[in-house]
Nanobody, 114 residues
Framework: QVQLVESGGGSVQAGGSLRLSCAAS????????MGWYRQAPGKQRDLVAT???????NYADSVKGRFTISRDSAKNTVSLQMNSLKPEDTAVYYC????????WGQGTQVTVSS
C-alpha cells in the first residue's frame, strides 16, 4: 500500500498563494487517479481537483482558474498550486490516491484571512 504525506499548508491573506505537495511512499506511475479534497469545519469533505493517469484534470467549479493540480511520477508527488486564495478556501486539505482502492493522507491546514 502507498502512504501519502501532505505538506505546504499554512496561513495566508486573501489574494495570496500557497502550494501544497503530496509525497507518496512508492511510485504513483500506475495509480489511476490522484486528487485533493478539502473539509471545512462542520462540513463534508469535498473534491477540489483530481488528475488521472492520462493527465486529465477535473476541478471543482469554485476553484477553476485559480488552482492547478499537477502530477510528477518521477518524484512520486502530486501538487496543488493555489492562487487568488479566498477566505472560503479555508479548510483541511487531503491528498487522495485511488486505483480500485482509496487512500488518504493525514491532511494539511490552509487558513485564508480577509
Amino acid at each position: 500500500q502507498v502512504q501519502l504525506v501532505e505538506s505546504g499548508g499554512g496561513s495566508v491573506q486573501a489574494g495570496g498563494s500557497l502550494r501544497l505537495s503530496c509525497a507518496a511512499s512508492r511510485s504513483i506511475f500506475t495509480i489511476n487517479r490522484m486528487g485533493w479534497y478539502r473539509q471545512a469545519p462542520g462540513k463534508q469533505r469535498d473534491l477540489v481537483a483530481t488528475i488521472d493517469i492520462s493527465g486529465l484534470t477535473n476541478y471543482a467549479d469554485s476553484v477553476k482558474g485559480r488552482f492547478t493540480i499537477s502530477r510528477d511520477s518521477a518524484k512520486n508527488t502530486v501538487s496543488l498550486q493555489m492562487n487568488s486564495l479566498k477566505p472560503e478556501d479555508t479548510a483541511v486539505y487531503y491528498c487522495n490516491a485511488a486505483s480500485g482502492w482509496s487512500l488518504w493522507g493525514q491532511g494539511t491546514q490552509v487558513t485564508v484571512s480577509s
